[in-house]
Structure formats: C-alpha cells, structure tokens
C-alpha cells in the first residue's frame, strides 16, 4: 500500500516537472500574437506518446540509484538488466517505458498543463 502510494506521489511530481519543462512558449512580438497563440489550443499540445516519453525521462533522471530499467548502464558500464530496480520485486518500482504510464497520469498531466494556461 505505502509502495502503491510513493508510486502516486512520484507520478504527481513527475507530471509537475514535465508540465514545467513542456511549457515553453514562443515569444510573441505583438498581444495581438500572442492572443492568436493561446487561442489554438493543439498549437503546443504534445501528443499522448509524446508526454508518456517525457514521464519516463523524468522518472528515470529522477531515480536516486544508479539502475532504475533493464537497459540503463550501471556505474561499472554494464546493462543493468535483471539487477535493475524495475526488475526486482519490491521496493522502488520507477516508470521505464512508455507502456507503464497509464491513461490516468497522462490525463493528469493534461490538467496540469490547463490549469497552468
């Protein structure tokens, strides 16, 4: 239970970085430019594929040991493989591949992203 919600926890600070890191707006020379920007409301939007990729960069950058997924490099420059985090039951369980960002977090990040405009 306590590892299910640090996982939530995590997915939340995570949507959060991602929406900072996503929200780059063009400069717009003129108000009536930047009125035009804002009304398009799919002219910066990411694709759903596009923030579960950018959830998974997080997640992985933000993992505090050195094998968060199979396919990360350990320190001694080896695969990590089954000695990653991922890998084993138990303990941290951190978002490696798109398929393990669930509909719910991109629609959280999609509320972030409103909430924010």
Do not use: W
């Not at 002219?43 to 050195?66: C, F, K, N, P």
């Not at 138990?90 to 991109?106: K, N, Q, R």
């Amino acid at each position: 239970m306590i590892a299910k919600a640090m996982q939530v926890l995590l997915a939340l600070i995570l949507i959060a970085l991602v929406t900072v890191a996503c929200a780059r707006q063009p400069f717009a020379d003129t108000a009536q430019e930047s009125a035009e920007a804002n009304s398009d409301p799919f002219a910066t939007r990411l694709s759903d594929e596009a923030v579960r990729v950018a959830i998974v960069q997080h997640a992985r950058a933000a993992y505090y040991g050195s094998c968060p997924c199979p396919d990360s490099i350990d320190r001694g420059g080896r695969r990590c493989g089954g000695r990653s985090a991922y890998s084993r039951p138990g303990g941290a369980s951190p978002l490696c591949f798109a398929s393990d960002v669930s509909d719910e977090f991109v629609s959280a990040y999609r509320a972030a992203e409103a909430r924010e405009r």
